[in-house]
């Protein structure tokens, strides 16, 4: 199936294309997202390697665990369907990648790559849970691990697996997607992948013992302003957390979350948006809008991760014949960064990128890759990219 086809067989997507991007500005009183504009990004797009990869000149990939198989190097069986990721800096160099699970039985697991990145260890960090979708590293090290159930709660995990995982209900019972670190200001901002989905905002009540806290929802008003209202119930006894306030914004799905300085990066797939929200001016704008233009690169945006150099890179939830990644530069151009193709990426969509301490090293997850048949999902498999990534920006 062809990328634009896609579009209007998804549930609203003719009609959301027949709107354009006037209606979707005045619902979220934003009139700064401007008219798409396209770059060369990394440059063109070789021929798929061995991996099924399209990279730009000068990048490679590898595989570096694949879903119920033992990691290379390890006898520890990987889950399937891996998810959101996250790097930890490890104490001899090298460093500790962690991944959630998406299949019903949930969890996540942590490979240790060496100084010089090659696999040293894999292990399990979470059981007991359903269908861990994405999630956020902490400033302190650990890892937020998130149920995309209703009933979905976020959990505190220790990448090294030595600590048991804890749950935290105070910041809210919901549909959880991924989650974003405000250390600056003392609080975390958290996705719902629901078409009605909101957006929260917890502060917790001593950092950063995330136990307890307050849990608010985001009401868009005109020109952009956010207003933060309390949650009044996070543990949604009566009714859905998103339904509690009145008049609090619809973000469609949101998905993909990053704080960036003062820009946190939102994601929302089924409108094929990407938000900055301006945490110290409290007010958001659409800097990417994949029905705005029938050039634009990307469609059902999902999962985010930034650059050391401001890089803004973005997967697609779209199991179309070649789903890709973008990236967006400082300057809010786009293009395309990697696309994944071929039969052993069919029906599968990209999640969970994210880079390395040093920012050297990319993963990403083709979460259903390696189909049996047109009929069965594959298990998954995580990929590393390296290449000439752009320097980190001047501190």
Known sequence: MRRREFIGLGVGGVAAVSLGAVFWDELFGSSQSGPLRLGRGYGPLGQPDDNGVRLPDGFRSRIVARGGEPVAGTDYEWHVASDGMAAFPHDDGGFVLVSNSEDFEGGASAIRFGPEGDVEDAYHILSGTTQNCSGGGTPWGTWLSCEEV??????????????????????????????????????????????????????????????????????????????WVEVPDPLARRERTRRQVPGSTRFERGEGIWLDGDTLYVATTADHRVHAYDVRRGRIEVIYDGLASRSAPLLRVDQLTVSRA??????????????????????????????????????????????????????????????????????????????????????
């Not at 629901?194 to 009540?205: E, N, V, W």
């Open 150 to 227: 209703e009933d979905g709660r976020v959990w505190e995990c220790d990448p090294s697996g030595r600590r048991r995982a804890v749950p935290h209900s105070a910041m809210g019972i919901f549909k959880h997607e991924a989650a974003a670190v405000d250390e600056r200001r003392r609080r975390v901002y958290l996705t719902e992948d629901l078409i009605d989905g909101g957006l929260y905002r917890y502060t917790p009540a001593r950092w950063p013992d995330l136990s307890a806290g307050l849990l608010e929802i985001a009401r868009v008003t005109n020109g952009g302003r956010v207003d």
């Open 310 to 395: 401001g890089e803004v890179f973005v997967c697609e939830d779209i199991a179309t014949d070649e789903i890709d990644m973008g990236v967006i530069t400082p300057d809010r151009r786009v293009a395309k960064f990697l696309s994944v193709t071929g039969p052993q990426h069919r029906g599968s969509e990209l999640t969970g990128v994210t880079f390395d301490p040093s920012g050297s090293r990319m993963f990403f997850s083709s979460q259903r890759a390696f189909p049996e048949s047109d009929l069965e999902p594959g298990p998954g498999a995580i990929y590393e990219i390296t290449g000439r990534f752009k320097a980190a920006r001047a501190a």
